[in-house]
T-cell receptor, first 111, second 113 residues
Framework: KQEVTQIPAALSVPEGENLVLNCSFTDSAIYNLQWFRQDPGKGLTSLLLIQSSQREQTSGRLNASLDKSSGRSTLYIAASQPGDSATYLCAASGGSYIPTFGRGTSLIVHP | EPEVTQTPSHQVTQMGQEVILRCVPISNHLYFYWYRQILGQKVEFLVSFYNNEISEKSEIFDDQFSVERPDGSNFTLKIRSTKLEDSAMYFC???????????FGPGTRLTVL
């Protein structure tokens, strides 16, 4: 059974820092990995989707990498801003394409 | 930009009552999903739906739950007899194909008293 772990659970940084959020998964036989953003009491906003054949995806200040063999993905946020404050979730999808979610990293970027 | 919508945003019900949560997926999407998130916990998969039938379901999705796509646009989740532990955020999601990203709705907060 797939298990997804996200480290750290919480992070508080000053504005402008570059950040790395980590996601690890126990079963490397995944088809894709998706990163989401969740604001308090809200739904999930898709940030990046990495297919199993890809190594990374980029969108604006966000870059996500995938290393299937080691069961890891990282989300890199460049030049963080207070508006980036949210919980970041990763979800790994295996053979049935059903995602298994991590608990998330709660990020606070203070001015 | 197309988006997944859900109604109501908040539903309060008495234990034992039936509730129906509604979703309108993105119009050209083919795969539909329901998830729940109990406060402070992980997002959990409930059920997937494709070609007018359930394709996968989790152990959470027992006989008290059912899904339906009654009219080609709405996708509903019914809980027949709600329990206190059904209190959670319920998210609907859709995707064009299995290899594509999932798009989530804003959720329905269900409170069972």
């Amino acid at each position: 059974k797939q298990e997804v772990t996200q480290i750290p659970a919480a992070l508080s940084v000053p504005e402008g820092e570059n950040l790395v959020l980590n996601c690890s998964f126990t079963d490397s036989a995944i088809y894709n990995l998706q990163w989401f953003r969740q604001d308090p009491g809200k739904g999930l906003t898709s940030l990046l989707l990495i297919q199993s054949s890809q190594r990374e995806q980029t969108s604006g200040r966000l870059n996500a990498s995938l290393d299937k063999s080691s069961g890891r993905s990282t989300l890199y946020i460049a030049a963080s801003q207070p508006g980036d404050s949210a919980t970041y979730l990763c979800a790994a999808s295996g053979g049935s394409y059903i995602p298994t979610f991590g608990r998330g990293t709660s990020l606070i970027v203070h001015p | 930009e197309p988006e997944v919508t859900q109604t109501p945003s908040h539903q309060v019900t008495q234990m034992g009552q039936e509730v129906i949560l509604r979703c309108v997926p993105i119009s050209n999407h083919l795969y539909f999903y329901w998830y729940r998130q109990i406060l402070g916990q992980k997002v959990e998969f409930l059920v997937s739906f494709y070609n007018n039938e359930i394709s996968e379901k989790s152990e959470i999705f027992d006989d008290q739950f059912s899904v339906e796509r009654p009219d080609g646009s709405n996708f509903t989740l019914k809980i027949r007899s709600t329990k206190l532990e059904d209190s959670a955020m319920y998210f609907c999601a859709s995707r064009l194909a299995e290899v594509n990203e999932q798009f989530f709705g804003p959720g329905t907060r269900l409170t069972v008293l």
